[in-house]
Every structure is written in structure tokens, then in C-alpha cells.
């Protein structure tokens, strides 16, 4: 299982873009990587999915270097509301896999 | 996005009780299915896979005898705490996962459970 390492929290004003990077070394060839976020008391909520380059969809944008052994996920423009802990994850490969959570991101969005 | 309902959201059960949580995958049938366990300010916690038709895995220092796990549909999987102690009490959170959609795993809202 591929172990991941985040920035236990990070700090950001309205309206400013926000990159979270993940640390990923032991990244196996057919593992995704996937980001979460996740509200208090509620499950966490499906952000992007990437397996290598860029990928971006209506919220967010996922970098991946060409090594896979790191991914930035992008948040543009960041509003109060994105204040929530994120979560970067590695598996869901084909086959029978388990997703173990790290301890995540604490981002707090400021005025 | 796929969607995963846990029910019921909160439940509140005596100490020496059991209490069952379902998980159903609402529009996709999940082959693989995930049990979580969270404590306030904390990570999640893997509990347990289940494969539909067969046994859950548990991870280690979890006790299958207290947490029983079931996967009998393709659609639904449920977790029974028995003889649930206040210890017991957390947030448990399932998912699933979509074979369909790249293996992307979708998790439920999540069930608060307080033992009394």
C-alpha cells in the first residue's frame, strides 16, 4: 500500500489559489491517485482523480509529474466554503484494493 | 458523482445492544465495499473490507466478532456493533467502490453512533 505525506494544514485568504502537495513514493503502476474533502461529520466527498499528467475538472485541477511519486492538487480561487481537511489518496487499481487514509490537510480559508 | 447512502445518519442504543448501519450504493453496483471508523479531529480509520458473497477482511486490532460485517448484494453491505459500549461511539463511514468509473471509491455520509 502506497503510503502518502501531506502538509498537516495550510492557511489561505478568499479569492487566492491554493496547491496542496502529496507525497506518494511507493506509488504502484496501476494505483490512481484520488483527492478527497472532507466536512466535520459528514463522509468525505469525491474532489479529482488522476493517474499521471494533468487532469482538471470543475473545481480543481490535479498535477502529476511524469514519476507519479508526488500530485498537486489545485485549487483555484479559493472561497470560505473550502475551508474542510483533503485528503490524497493512492490505490483503487484494478483488483481487489484497500484505500488507508493519511492524516490529511487541514486547509482553514480566511476572509 | 455516484452516490452512497448510509442509514441511519445518528443513532443512539444502550450499552449491551447491537445496532446495524447499511450502506447502499444507489446508482452503481459496488463489487468492493469499505467500513471506516473516525474520531473527532482524527483521520479515518480502515475497519474492514468486504467483497460481495464472501468474508470481510478486517484490519488488524479490529474485532470481527464485534463488528459484524455483511455484503450480501451488490447494492448494500451492512455493519452490525454488538454489544455495542460507550467506546464504541464514533462516526463509521462506508464506501464503495465503482468498477465502472476508473475504481473511483464514493463514501456515504456517514452514521454517528452514541452508546449510553
Known amino acids: 500500500l502506497a503510503k502518502t505525506t501531506q502538509p498537516i494544514s495550510m492557511d489561505s485568504y478568499e479569492g487566492q489559489e491554493v496547491n496542496i502537495t502529496c507525497s506518494h513514493n511507493?506509488?504502484?503502476?496501476?494505483?490512481?491517485i484520488t483527492w478527497y474533502q472532507q466536512f466535520p461529520s459528514q463522509g468525505p466527498r469525491f474532489i479529482i482523480q488522476g493517474y499521471k499528467t494533468k487532469v482538471t475538472n470543475e473545481v480543481a485541477s490535479l498535477f502529476i509529474p511524469a514519476d507519479r511519486k508526488s500530485s498537486t492538487l489545485s485549487l483555484p480561487r479559493v472561497s470560505l466554503s473550502d475551508t474542510a481537511v483533503y485528503y490524497c489518496l493512492v490505490g483503487g487499481g484494478t483488483g481487489f484494493q484497500k484505500l488507508v487514509f493519511g492524516t490529511g490537510t487541514r486547509l482553514l480559508v480566511s476572509p | 458523482g455516484a452516490v452512497v447512502s448510509q442509514h441511519p445518519s445518528w443513532v443512539i442504543c444502550k450499552s449491551g445492544t447491537s445496532v446495524k448501519i447499511e450502506c447502499r450504493s444507489l446508482d452503481f453496483q459496488a463489487t468492493t465495499m469499505f467500513w471506516y471508523r473516525q474520531f473527532p479531529k482524527q483521520s479515518l480509520m480502515l475497519m474492514a473490507t468486504s467483497n460481495e458473497g464472501s468474508k470481510a477482511t478486517y484490519e488488524q486490532g479490529v474485532e470481527k466478532d464485534k463488528f459484524l460485517i455483511n455484503h450480501a448484494s451488490l447494492t448494500l453491505s451492512t455493519l452490525t456493533v454488538t454489544s455495542a459500549h460507550p467506546e464504541d461511539s464514533s462516526f463509521y463511514i462506508c464506501?464503495?467502490?465503482?468498477?465502472?468509473?476508473?475504481?473511483?471509491?464514493?463514501f456515504g455520509e456517514g452514521s454517528w453512533l452514541t452508546v449510553v
Open positions: 464506501s464503495a467502490r465503482d468498477g465502472q468509473a476508473g475504481n473511483t471509491i464514493y
Open positions: 511507493n506509488i504502484a503502476t496501476n494505483d490512481y
